[in-house]
T-cell receptor, first 111, second 109 residues
């Protein structure tokens, strides 16, 4: 596998479910990110990890919980989500302040 | 005022034409800039970085004007495959990228 991979690609979950999104980067980068992309809105940065330490939490509700066990893997744990959380969740990685490379995203639908 | 502002379009341009997009940013301390393209239902892909001196990559030219706080993207000899949404991105520091809402471009045969 090359680049940035994400699983699952599609997820439908109820408001009481708990699920996790997974991201893996094979680029040797030191920073990883979670973004949310909703229709007709710009990408919203959610979390930043640099050398697996969280350096940014962009006022994200606690029903989203990130985990970065090492610099190649990033998880987003989801619980008691709301329908308005339905969106495309994108993972990205970068080396220092160079451009970021995105994974294909997980399209999440909360019912 | 939005931190990064773009004309959403859509721009409908005949194949072979030249098209230019502008983007303005509000934070004068922005450190670096990028253009990304995003195809429908796909992830954003890095198109090019934007440097103060301007830079060119094949048919694509990016310019940065720090005094007026805008960046531009010029596409020459447009191809059908250039149809996409183009995202203007500013780095305000600490690896935090701020994205514009994107400009939709459709190249017409």
């Amino acid at each position: 596998e090359t680049g940035v991979t994400q699983t699952p690609r599609h997820l439908v979950m109820g408001m009481t479910n708990k699920k996790s999104l997974k991201c893996e980067q094979h680029l040797g980068h030191n920073a990883m990110y979670w973004y949310k992309q909703s229709a007709k809105k710009p990408l919203e940065l959610m979390f930043v990890y640099n050398f697996k330490e969280q350096t940014e939490n962009n006022s994200v509700p606690s029903r989203f919980s990130p985990e970065c066990p090492n610099s190649s893997h990033l998880f987003l744990h989801l619980h008691t989500l709301q329908p308005e959380d339905s969106a495309l969740y994108l993972c990205a990685s970068s080396q220092d302040s160079t451009g970021q490379y995105f994974g294909p995203g997980t399209r999440l639908t909360v019912t | 005022r939005k931190e990064v502002e773009q004309d959403p379009g859509p721009f409908n341009v005949p194949e072979g034409a030249t098209v230019a997009f502008n983007c303005t940013y509000s934070n004068s301390a922005s450190q670096s800039f990028f253009w990304y393209r995003q195809d429908c239902r796909k992830e954003p892909k890095l198109l090019m970085s934007v440097y103060s001196s301007g830079n060119e990559d094949g048919r694509f030219t990016a310019q940065l004007n720090r005094a007026s706080q805008y960046i531009s993207l010029l596409i020459r000899d447009s191809k059908l495959s250039d149809s996409a949404t183009y995202l203007c991105v500013a780095n305000f520091g600490n690896e935090k990228l701020t994205f514009g809402t994107g400009t939709r471009l459709t190249i017409i045969p």
